[in-house]
């Protein structure tokens, strides 16, 4: 194609999104939804990824020794720990860290620092907490250390919460796989809605296309501008999507981030997950826009 | 074929880039500018809407083709702008055989030729300026030369005061008369109308054919469908009649006889 026609399908183009301002809005109010649809349900994957991974990040294997025990002692055990497989870091807390870290969790609870200063020793253990390189390997790993009888280690912390992981583990993945299904599903009946609007305002257009083929109009020349109104149709849906997006989840993930306990960051300029979600809608709206322009003016085209 | 009709292209834009085009029509080539030849059209199952029709135009001709509605006027212009290939026999512009055109050709036929129709077919979200520039678009023509063309010919079908108005804003007569200018814009060696006078009223439809035979008079050949017998019988010229698909009476100077 020449720069002159380029230039006029896109002048074309732009002047019948403006001349058919209807249909236009009718287009772009449905690919608004379809994009809002496939956010909505994205930022959804993105809270449920990250509280999966805070929580899989929480379970730790804690092994308390005894008081009074040496470092180095501790630290020798660390060294063999550290060999075993599957483990993917060790933290040494000694007990003077444990006693600030207790004062620090229990800073508003007056009675506790009342009662802890009273005893006249330090009554925390020091401790060394084993994190494992994925959430099914810490069970192997706290049998082996329960396996071995190492000196004065007081107790292995893991038992406890074991079964809750592996219950919220099961719920979690039954939850993403059941909501990625709903999730297709949804964006499908919306591309559908989408695609059939688009086919509609062409239909509405069809005696335009004869006129232009009989005037002698390559196929190319008349399908263009319909690409054009496309790729604006695209282009002004994301811009109202982000514009009604923005607001709600900026009021809505502070909230989630305290109820679950994470930190998404969806709504500064720096945020990663925010620029997806806008690479998401750009390449969606373009391509549906696109598509959606192509497979319906092919039809008149009697290609 | 298509690298013949691009060749084509090319020779004539050029010829009208230097300004006064020469005008086809007297063109010293021994050739027709129209021709059937044993053309049949039969619509399934059997209705044969063209039979054996057979029939030339000379270049610079003004030719009118008349009969009852069903007499396979409509048949033959379909022919004409290749919307339909002929079943039997073939149909020439110049020396390009219809029958021959592939879809991707036909862009390029219908830069040749110009059509005029009984329901106008302009675009309806373009202004009457925009409406003529289009077939030039269409044809590559530069901006510069648009709207320098434009105007112009849209003052030779006497529009030049309505370059901004919209369709819907005009008379059935000013419609007509912007489709011809439409027609003429990318200088067409064939102007085809059909019916074009059919929604209009009689001093319209005279004013229309009087275009029609001024722009005959510059040197394009036309050929006219038509059942208007008071205007066929004003004109004065070749008139073709066509019956049941077959052609009934062919006169130099002829009238509307049916």
């Known amino acids: 194609m020449g720069k002159i026609t380029l230039l006029r399908v896109i002048k074309n183009g732009w002047q019948n999104f403006w001349?058919?301002?209807?249909?236009?809005?009718?287009?772009?109010?449905?690919?608004?939804?379809?994009l809002s649809v496939i956010s909505i349900l994205l930022v959804l994957s993105f809270l449920t990824n990250l509280s999966l991974d805070?929580?899989?990040?929480?379970?730790?294997?804690?092994?308390?020794?005894?008081l009074g025990t040496e470092e180095s002692v501790i630290r020798n055990y660390e060294e063999r720990v550290k060999q075993l497989p599957d483990v993917a870091s060790t933290r040494y807390i000694s007990a003077d860290e444990a006693y600030l870290e207790f004062q620090k969790r229990h800073k508003d609870d007056i009675g506790i620092i009342e009662a802890i200063k009273e005893l006249d020793e330090n009554p925390l253990f020091p401790s060394l907490v084993i994190k494992a390189t994925d959430i099914s390997k810490y069970e192997s790993i706290s049998n082996t250390l329960k396996a071995e009888a190492a000196p004065a280690v007081h107790e292995i912390n893991f038992e406890d919460n074991r079964r809750a992981i592996e219950t919220l583990g099961k719920l979690t993945s039954g939850l993403a796989r059941g909501g990625t299904v709903l999730a297709i599903l949804f964006a499908l009946v919306s591309v559908l809605v989408m695609y059939n609007t688009i086919r509609l305002t062409i239909y509405n257009r069809r005696e335009e296309i004869e006129i232009m083929r009989l005037v002698g109009a390559t196929n190319a020349y008349i399908r263009?501008?319909?690409?054009?109104?496309?790729?604006?149709?695209?282009?002004?849906?994301?811009?109202?999507?982000?514009?009604?997006?923005?607001?709600?989840?900026?009021?809505?993930?502070?909230?989630?981030?305290?109820?679950?306990?994470?930190?998404?960051?969806?709504?500064?300029?720096?945020?990663?997950?925010?620029?997806?979600l806008v690479a998401v809608q750009l390449f969606l709206g373009l391509v549906l826009g696109v598509l959606s322009s192509t497979f319906a003016v092919r039809k008149y085209l009697h290609e | 074929m298509r690298a013949i009709l691009i060749e084509r292209?090319?020779?004539?834009?050029?010829?009208v880039g230097k300004g006064k085009r020469r005008p086809i029509g007297r063109k010293v080539v021994p050739h027709n500018m129209l021709k059937f030849h044993k053309v049949?059209?039969?619509?399934p199952p059997d209705i044969r809407a063209l039979n054996e029709v057979d029939f030339e135009v000379a270049p610079g001709e003004f030719i009118s083709i008349v009969g009852q509605s069903g007499a396979g006027k409509s048949s033959m212009l379909r022919l004409m702008t290749g919307q339909d290939k002929p079943d039997e026999g073939d149909v020439f512009i110049e020396k390009l055989s219809i029958k021959d055109l592939t879809n991707e050709?036909?862009?390029?036929?219908?830069?040749?030729?110009?059509?005029?129709?009984?329901?106008?077919?302009?675009?309806p979200k373009k202004t009457v300026f925009e409406n003529v520039a289009f077939a030039?678009?269409?044809?590559?023509?530069?901006?510069?030369?648009?709207?320098?063309?434009?105007?112009?010919i849209l003052e030779l079908v006497g529009m030049e005061g309505r370059l901004d108005s919209f369709p819907a804003e005009l008379s059935g007569g000013e419609k007509q008369r912007v489709a011809i200018a439409r027609a003429l814009a990318h200088k067409p060696i064939l102007l085809l109308a059909d019916e074009p006078t059919g929604n209009l009223d009689s001093i319209n439809a005279w004013e229309i054919v009087q275009l029609l035979l001024k722009i005959n008079h510059y040197g394009t050949t036309v050929v006219l469908a038509t059942h208007a017998r008071e205007l066929v019988n004003s004109i004065k010229k070749r008139v073709v009649t066509l019956e049941h698909g077959r052609v009934a009476s062919d006169e130099q100077h002829g009238r509307y006889r049916l």
């Open chain 1, 19 to 34: 001349r058919h301002v209807w249909l236009s809005a009718a287009a772009i109010a449905v690919m608004t939804v379809t």
């Open chain 1, 54 to 66: 805070s929580i899989k990040d929480k379970v730790d294997i804690s092994v308390d020794f005894e």
């Open chain 1, 224 to 276: 263009w501008p319909f690409i054009i109104e496309g790729i604006i149709y695209g282009l002004v849906a994301v811009l109202i999507t982000m514009a009604v997006l923005l607001p709600l989840l900026s009021s809505f993930v502070p909230k989630m981030n305290d109820y679950l306990g994470i930190s998404l960051n969806l709504t500064s300029v720096n945020s990663g997950l925010l620029w997806q």
């Open chain 2, 9 to 15: 292209e090319g020779t004539e834009r050029s010829g």
């Open chain 2, 40 to 43: 049949s059209k039969i619509y």
């Open chain 2, 105 to 123: 050709d036909l862009p390029f036929l219908r830069r040749k030729i110009g059509v005029v129709y009984q329901d106008i077919k302009l675009l």
């Open chain 2, 136 to 152: 030039m678009e269409v044809g590559g023509y530069e901006a510069s030369k648009i709207e320098h063309e434009v105007p112009k």
